[in-house]
């Protein structure tokens, strides 16, 4: 079976642009994680989505930071106006249900923002 | 709040050496506390996890970690390194309720020497 996807792997964005980011996550996992994951770093929590309903978004940096799951399968996590300390990779995992269940992670969207 | 210290950016060891890569956690209450590895280019692999029950757990790849409560502590070890096993590894933990991510540590490059 598929992993978790995410696309584009590379992003490079000149200050001010908005971004998508898109991560598949695995069939029928309910609970879908975002993380933020800058150079030298762990990853640090962005925002957490049960089914379509978001459910936690404590961790995003600033009201420029978007994310979505509309039917509760895909999601979108949109960043408007980038700017440099943006730059990170962006990391998706989803689980079968909850936070006590594996999280599978997807290779992550490098964003580069010049 | 919780949160997980691990010693050492980087460690390096000698082909066939033990490998031991220390976390320390820090949680009011018991804590799930889990070992992902991170190959270049890669999304994080969960290595094991600790949840309840047995305090030695055994992973993937011959890696086991054993939760000590009076010294807080996850550390990871493995009796044998192979030059396969060179990557960043990460320490995360989350509480076993009311929470809805994992908290990492900011990683451990190890470098296995042949």
């Known amino acids: 079976g598929a992993g978790v996807s995410q696309s584009p792997r590379y992003k490079v964005a000149k200050r001010g642009q908005d971004v998508a980011l898109r991560c598949d996550p695995i069939?029928?996992?309910?609970?879908l994680f975002w993380y933020q994951q800058a150079l030298g770093q762990g990853p640090e929590f962005l925002t957490y989505?049960?089914?379509?309903?978001?459910?936690?978004k404590s961790g995003l940096p600033s009201d420029r930071f978007f994310a979505e799951r509309p039917e509760g399968s895909v999601s979108t996590l949109k960043i408007q106006r980038t700017q440099q300390e943006d730059s990170a990779v962006y990391l998706c995992?989803?689980?079968?249900?909850?936070?006590?269940?594996?999280?599978?992670f997807g290779p992550g969207t490098r964003l580069t923002v010049l | 709040a919780q949160s997980v210290t691990q010693l050492g950016s980087h460690v390096s060891v000698s082909e066939g050496a033990l490998v031991l890569l220390r976390c320390n956690y820090s949680s009011s209450v018991p804590p799930y506390l889990f070992w992902y590895v991170q190959y270049p280019n890669q999304g994080l692999q969960l290595l094991l996890k600790?949840?309840?029950?047995?305090?030695l757990v055994k992973g993937i790849n011959g890696f086991e970690a054993e939760f000590k409560k009076s010294e807080t502590s996850f550390h990871l070890t493995k009796p044998s390194a192979h030059m396969s096993d060179a990557a960043e590894y990460f320490c995360?933990?989350?509480?076993?309720?009311?929470?809805?991510?994992?908290?990492f540590g900011t990683g451990t490059r190890l470098t296995v020497i042949p």
């Open positions: 600790y949840t309840s029950a047995a305090t």
């Open positions: 995992a989803s689980s079968l249900q909850g936070i006590r269940d594996t999280q599978y």
């Open positions: 989505f049960q089914n379509e309903a978001q459910l936690d």
């Open positions: 995360a933990v989350t509480l076993r309720t009311g929470a809805n991510n994992l908290f």
């Open positions: 069939s029928g996992h309910v609970s």
